[in-house]
């Protein structure tokens, strides 16, 4: 974030607090004697612009993240399954994200699927993310902030999606070429493409951080 | 002459070495770790969070302290407070805050309790050795760093006046740090000396403990509540700069009507400076028990005598406890003063932009200002700086040759004139026009290398 932008945002007045729904597992909570916690591994935390909000990782998401041996966690923000309605654009919800992201105990992976791919670039413009992994992005910003501490950014799009707008936005904005997966990019929560993609994304963090 | 363990020093190659483990120091290590150097800090406390931690020794920390900075203002940049956390938290809050951001960023493996840095001798040019002393035994270790960042902060050494008669005074006198526990107040007729943040807030802790409180001041200053208009006191100043020039000055004007009628009428003179120059007092409830008589403000102290103190206007009164909420000095122990631009009788350190020594490149100071708003932000961005200094310096000399130029320039731009006579005064800075100034320092050095 550029002292500027902290200036201004200094200067107006934050979103309205609000409980936010916070979902989360650690490698241990699943009794497994195979999985080992990895210490060194950033935790991951998801969102995603689906009304459910975090209730919609449960079905898979964190529980395969946590296998990989990381803390895995998911957020609903303003409006989203737990978490009350309240004032506030997408400032107000990568707001969200932000405060979720520093209740994680380390520097996290940002994970957003959807709108939830804008929140997180928002997010990771103002804090220093341990990585960006942006799934089938959604109204994404045209000038998405510059991510603080230069973390790795991955962009995953459905096949159907590849030479959509918003995955040409991305890899302009942030200089990477999309990984793509089969199937529909709303279906990303179950079934065997979900499955796909997650390895994808699992291995691309097994490598990075 | 110091026993070393080994005479050769041990060379840490490319690290950087950060003294002291307050919140300068963790956002110094996360800063400078951010951007890719190894960094070994050394505490000479047992434990992290520096001023905000009760367990330091050195600790500044009086009851009830609470932020007097609001905190959006106050929270570090890139790691936001909890949101439902109060407008202005409690030390204890902010303990666990810088403990939180310390954990998140895994700042803890690279900090070395107990370890007190005697001295640094610069080395081969641009690098240090720096002589490491242990807590437990007597073995110093040298060790060679590329670059030294000092983080020691300045609110450590009591500043205790000495007015006449005082080393025959026979009452109980503490420095505001030592009066660890409001019920050290109770019953008792307590003298609070000081007009400052410290000794406004003990003189409140006194009106609702102590039998009586009786206040010393020796200047007058801004009193700002801590709202203003609905709003924390000093959002609500900040927000007006984002309005035009011509305005600003009118809207603040209508802000600070109240509070500076208010402290028109208990008899304090308000500085021609806005609030902005100097540190003001922000305290709400100071002027309610002043209203109500709970506090009596007196003059300054003339001389102590017995039991009696005499004030300069001629009343005398008889203390059971006298509080000197008198602030500290900066002082700076790690280096050798010459290297910060300490010279003749002055104490107080010159570097360039508030940050690098005038005399060396690779030595610089996080945290040494005092610039009337929270001071986490700004030594977020001085150590921004001071790290994408030391990675400009490493590849690209000529840029490196240019910008210590323009850090030079930039040095004088900021400077609130000294008029203010208490030892702090001589690190005030205006806010603004050093957010400014650091601002172009940063954009200098994230540009792009001319090809």
């Not at chain 2, 009086?62 to 203002?73: D, M």
Request: aromatic share 8%; proline share 7%.
């Amino acid at each position: 974030m550029s002292l500027t932008a902290w200036v201004r945002r200094a200067r107006t007045p934050a979103p309205v607090a609000v409980a936010r729904e916070f979902a989360y597992l650690e490698p241990a909570d699943l009794f497994d004697l195979d999985i080992k916690d990895d210490p060194e591994a950033s935790p991951a935390l998801c969102c995603t612009g689906d009304p459910a909000g975090a209730a919609a990782f449960n079905a898979l998401w964190l529980k395969r993240i946590a296998a990989s041996g990381r803390y895995a966690a998911a957020v609903s923000v303003r409006g989203q399954g737990g978490t009350a309605v309240a004032e506030g654009g997408v400032e107000a919800r990568a707001h969200d994200l932000v405060q979720a992201a520093v209740n994680v105990p380390r520097q996290a992976v940002l994970i957003g699927h959807r709108e939830g791919a804008s929140w997180a670039a928002l997010a990771a413009g103002r804090y220093p993310a341990a990585g960006l992994v942006l799934v089938s992005p959604q109204k994404f910003p045209k000038q998405p902030p510059k991510p603080v501490g230069n973390p790795p950014v991955l962009l995953v799009v459905s096949e159907s999606e590849a030479q959509s707008k918003e995955a040409q936005a991305v890899t302009d904005a942030y200089g990477v070429a999309p990984l793509t997966f089969a199937g529909s990019p709303d279906e990303v929560f179950k079934g065997p493409a979900a499955e796909g993609l997650l390895d994808a994304v699992l291995s691309w963090l097994a490598n990075k951080n | 002459m110091q026993e070393y363990s080994s005479q050769a020093a041990y060379d840490r190659g490319e690290a950087v070495c950060v003294i002291g483990a307050g919140a300068s120091g963790l956002i110094a290590v996360k800063n400078l770790r951010e951007n890719g150097f190894e960094v070994d800090c050394y505490e000479r406390d047992t434990v992290l969070g520096g001023l905000w931690n009760p367990q330091n020794q050195h600790s500044p920390l009086y009851p009830n302290t609470h932020l007097v900075t609001s905190r959006s203002q106050t929270e570090i940049p890139d790691f936001p407070m909890p949101d439902d956390w109060p407008d202005y938290p409690s030390a204890a809050q902010m303990l666990t805050y810088l403990t939180s951001y310390a954990k998140h960023f895994g700042l803890s493996e690279h900090i070395w309790y107990g370890s007190e840095i005697s001295n640094i001798e610069p080395v081969e040019g641009s690098r240090f050795e720096v002589i490491v002393k242990p807590a437990a035994g007597n073995a110093a270790r040298r060790l060679r760093y590329a670059a030294v960042i000092i983080a020691t902060g300045h609110h450590w050494a009591p500043n205790l006046p000495a007015y006449p008669g005082q080393d025959q005074y026979r009452g109980t006198v503490l420095h505001s740090s030592q009066l660890k526990d409001a019920s050290r107040l109770r019953g008792k007729n307590v003298l609070v000396v000081g007009g400052g943040n410290s000794g406004v807030d003990i003189a409140c802790e006194a009106a609702v403990n102590a039998s009586s409180c009786v206040h010393s001041v020796r200047r007058g200053s801004w009193h700002l509540p801590k709202y203003l208009g609905g709003e924390p006191a000093d959002y609500a100043l900040n927000r007006l700069g984002a309005r035009p020039k011509f305005l600003r000055r009118f809207l603040t004007d209508r802000l600070l009507k109240g509070p500076a009628r208010l402290a028109a009428r208990m008899g304090v003179d308000v500085p021609d400076r806005g609030p902005t120059g100097e540190e003001p007092v922000r305290n709400g409830r100071y002027f309610e028990h002043v209203g109500d008589g709970s506090i009596t403000r007196r003059g300054e102290i003339a001389h102590l005598d017995g039991f009696e103190v005499a004030f300069a206007d001629g009343t005398e009164m008889r203390p059971d406890l006298i509080v000197f909420a008198t602030g500290y000095r900066p002082k700076v122990t790690a280096a050798p003063a010459k290297l910060l631009g300490i010279d003749g009788d002055s104490q107080y350190p010159k570097l360039l932009a508030r940050m690098f020594s005038p005399k060396l490149e690779t030595l610089a100071v996080a945290g040494l200002v005092e610039p009337g708003v929270g001071v986490l932000p700004i030594v977020h961005w001085q150590t921004h700086a001071i790290a994408h200094w030391l990675h400009v310096r490493k590849g690209d000399p000529e840029r490196a040759a240019n910008f210590r130029r323009q850090v030079v320039s930039e040095s004088a731009q900021y400077e609130v004139e000294p008029g203010g006579a208490s030892p702090r005064h001589q690190l005030a800075v205006d806010a603004e026009a050093y957010l400014a100034s650091l601002g172009r320092i940063i954009d200098t050095l994230e540009q792009e290398p001319a090809k």
